[in-house]
């Protein structure tokens, strides 16, 4: 009987292969589905629907920084999202607890660690470094992205990427006019006037060093 589906989001098999075997060994009701993009999660989220538990590397190919943390959040809702990464600056675990991530994982830690705080947070607890603190700066602009709308959100991400207004029509399978539209909106939630500085804004949210 299948209790619940959590999804790893990784792109080192050593590292996916090793968490997904440590769960399945201590929830056996559990499916634990792995990815290795953020466009295989996607995928999976819309195939499988409702997930216990996202595991996510930040620096997946695709992920343009935050950006797929912020788009698989969009389809998740009030799933609980861990970031798991070696890239483990106190900026960026300062940034994970600013975004609503539930934890910060370092791939420089022992699995055995990494499996334990997999277990406070299914367990419903947070798990950041002792030493990691909110940042304030962060947390403002998470504020300002969470008053864009879904689409907003999506055009915002888009934009970061460099997508050009036509692409991202194209994508999201509205017009030009509609994306302009849209961008109006988001220059003036943000307080910016052009998609340079939108960008320039978000970037530190983004993609913290």
């Known amino acids: ?44 989220i819309e195939r499988n629907g409702a997930y216990k538990l996202l595991l996510l ?31 483990d600056s106190e900026q960026m675990v300062a940034t994970t607890q600013a975004v609503g991530a539930s934890g910060f994982l370092s791939k420089r830690q022992p699995l055995d660690a990494t499996i334990a705080g997999i ?13 990691a603190g909110p940042d304030t700066h962060i947390d403002m602009l998470r504020k300002r992205l969470d008053s864009l709308s879904g689409a907003q959100r999506r055009v915002l991400l888009a934009l970061a990427g460099g997508d050009l207004n036509k692409q991202i ?26 998609r340079t500085q939108a960008i320039l804004m978000m970037r530190p949210l983004l993609q913290p060093s």
């Open 57 to 87: 590397d930040y620096e997946l190919p695709d992920a343009n920084g935050f950006g797929g943390f912020f788009r698989l959040q969009h389809l998740l809702g009030r799933t609980p999202i861990a970031i798991i990464s070696a890239h």
């Open 1 to 44: 009987m299948t209790i619940g589906r959590i999804l790893i989001a990784d792109d080192h098999p050593l590292i996916r292969e090793g968490i997904q075997l440590s769960i399945r060994a201590r929830h056996p009701g559990h499916v634990v589905d792995v990815a290795g993009s953020i466009a295989e999660a996607e995928a999976l």
């Open 119 to 131: 277990e406070i947070i299914l367990g419903g607890g947070r798990v950041f470094p002792a030493s």
């Open 169 to 194: 029509a194209a994508d999201l399978g509205v017009s030009e006019a509609t994306i302009k539209a849209h961008l109006s909106a988001i220059f003036r939630k943000l307080g910016v006037t052009n």
